[in-house]
């Protein structure tokens, strides 16, 4: 079975500091991702990777940034956290990177950032 | 573009009735389509997909959604709900080359 990690489950943090967030993936997957979910927004694509040191906007990355310098791990980075920036991140992984690839993506348990 | 409708923010039935959630979507491509589970305080989890082959899905934990192009539809649907079904429920919508679009999500609610 694919296993995402998430480093964190909860998350507090300040105005102004710079955040990681970390995920792991164990099945060698080209392509990971990094997610947040609102209510009633459904999940909103940050950013992807589709190769270690490669990287791709999705559709909100403002104030956010990644790194991906192993295959198996991708960090999202917020570089001066803002009140705006709390949510529900999730991290997927998978073999494709888009929706005709028939793979589906595997999900971590999710990060829920505060910021304060 | 691509774009996808869930009709119902929240949906409430009583355990052994049937669930129907529903699901419209728009796509100009040939869209592949899957409907994800969250429980609570966990990721999604994949329950059936959509890839142009039987339009009649089925998935895991006895739930089956079929693929109707003439009404833009992907409706998941369940003979008779548990306990546990009880849970939030994305219809999402991909294709080549494009990344996926997830819907806002339907919570399903299970009365004993």
């Known amino acids: 079975d694919v296993k995402v990690t998430q480093s964190s489950r909860y998350l507090v943090k300040r105005t102004g500091e710079k955040v990681f967030l970390e995920c792991v993936q164990d099945?060698?997957?080209?392509?990971m991702f990094w997610y947040r979910q609102d209510p009633g927004l459904g999940l909103r694509l940050i950013y992807f990777?589709?190769?270690?040191?490669?990287?791709e906007k999705g559709d909100i990355p403002e104030g956010y940034s990644v790194s991906r310098e192993k295959k198996e791990r991708f960090s999202l980075i917020l570089e001066s956290a803002s009140t705006n920036q709390t949510s529900m991140y999730l991290c997927?992984?998978?073999?494709?990177?888009?929706?005709?690839?028939?793979?589906?993506?595997?999900f971590g348990d999710g990060t829920r950032l505060s910021i304060l | 573009a691509q774009s996808v409708t869930q009709l119902d923010s929240h949906v409430s039935v009583s355990e052994g009735t049937p669930v129907l959630l529903r699901c419209n979507y728009s796509s100009s491509y040939s869209p592949s389509l899957f409907w994800y589970v969250q429980h609570p305080n966990k990721g999604l989890q994949l329950l059936l997909k959509y890839t142009s082959a039987a339009t009649l899905v089925k998935g895991i934990n006895g739930f089956e959604a079929e693929f109707k192009k003439s009404e833009t539809s992907f409706h998941l649907t369940k003979p008779s709900a548990h306990m546990s079904d009880a849970a939030e429920y994305f219809c999402v919508v991909g294709a080549y080359g494009q990344n996926f679009v997830f819907g806002p999500g339907t919570r399903l609610s299970v009365l004993p």
């Open positions: 997927a992984s998978s073999l494709g990177w888009d929706g005709d690839s028939n793979q589906p993506q595997h």
């Open positions: 099945m060698d997957h080209e392509n």
């Open positions: 990777s589709y190769d270690v040191k490669m990287k």
